[in-house]
Nanobody, 124 residues
Framework: QVQLVESGGGLVQPGGSLRLSCAGS???????IGWFRQFPGKEREAVSC????????YYDDSVKGRFTISRDNAKNIAYLQMNNLKPEDTAIYFC??????????????????WGQGTQVIVSS
């Protein structure tokens, strides 16, 4: 398993932007990278996923048009660009990685490696 490290979280006003990064040596060797978030007292839920080779993406309806997932295989980094942030986006954001070619983005059990998370707070 690869150690994943998230960064880029912080405090931002509503309507603002943040870019999260997920770094890990060999991350490009996984089939897909996913971004998940966890609200207090809730289970971790999928936000967006991307396959490392073809760049096929998935977005949860709640973030479509606002968030963009990307990856840089040469740098072994995946990104989540978050625009027009809303207070309801406040959560801990995690990245996960999976080798499973048949993975389903919204099924966190399909993911093999996880980072420790980065806090995002959207508040005025």
């Amino acid at each position: 398993q690869v150690q994943l490290v998230e960064s880029g979280g912080g405090l931002v006003q509503p309507g603002g932007s943040l870019r999260l990064s997920c770094a890990g040596s060999g991350i490009s060797g996984y089939h897909a990278i996913g971004w998940f978030r966890q609200f207090p007292g809730k289970e971790r839920e999928a936000v967006s996923c991307i396959t490392t080779k073809r760049g096929k993406t998935y977005y949860d309806d709640s973030v479509k048009g606002r968030f963009t997932i990307s990856r840089d295989n040469a740098k072994n980094i995946a990104y989540l660009q978050m625009n027009n942030l809303k207070p309801e986006d406040t959560a801990i954001y995690f990245c996960g990685a999976t080798w499973d070619l048949g993975y389903v983005c919204y099924n966190r059990a399909d993911f093999d490696s996880w980072g420790q998370g980065t806090q995002v707070i959207v508040s005025s």
